[in-house]
Nanobody, 116 residues
Framework: QVQLQESGGGLVQAGGSRRLSCTAS????????MAWYRQAPGKQRELVAG???????NYADAVKGRFTISRDNTNNAVDLQMNNLKPEDTAVYYC??????????WGQGTQVTVSS
């Protein structure tokens, strides 16, 4: 059984930076496609960034050039570096992993609040 644990959320001023981390328990992390999603109040959950097992990354248009996703297979971790944060980035951020066999797992989420 895989468990994903996010950390790093909090309050940050507009223009600031924040780094989110997600640590996975269990095996086969290196074979998983990992992603960060977010959900703002009253809105649907949306993909922020993803990274494949082959280290290919993709980003939502809204965060391109500001956010960077990375993974460390040695430590079973995937990070999201967020720079030049905007109030509209305020949301609960979720870590997600799609493991071999299309098994999908989610973390409990971490709140990021960007003040203007």
């Amino acid at each position: 059984q895989v468990q994903l644990q996010e950390s790093g959320g909090g309050l940050v001023q507009a223009g600031g930076s924040r780094r989110l981390s997600c640590t996975a328990s269990g095996s086969n992390f290196a074979y998983a496609a990992m992603a960060w999603y977010r959900q703002a109040p009253g809105k649907q959950r949306e993909l922020v960034a993803g990274i494949t097992s082959g280290f290919k990354s993709n980003y939502a248009d809204a965060v391109k050039g500001r956010f960077t996703i990375s993974r460390d297979n040695t430590n079973n971790a995937v990070d999201l570096q967020m720079n030049n944060l905007k109030p509209e980035d305020t949301a609960v951020y979720y870590c997600s992993g799609t493991y071999p066999g299309f098994r999908e797992y989610w973390g409990q989420g971490t709140q990021v609040t960007v003040s203007s």
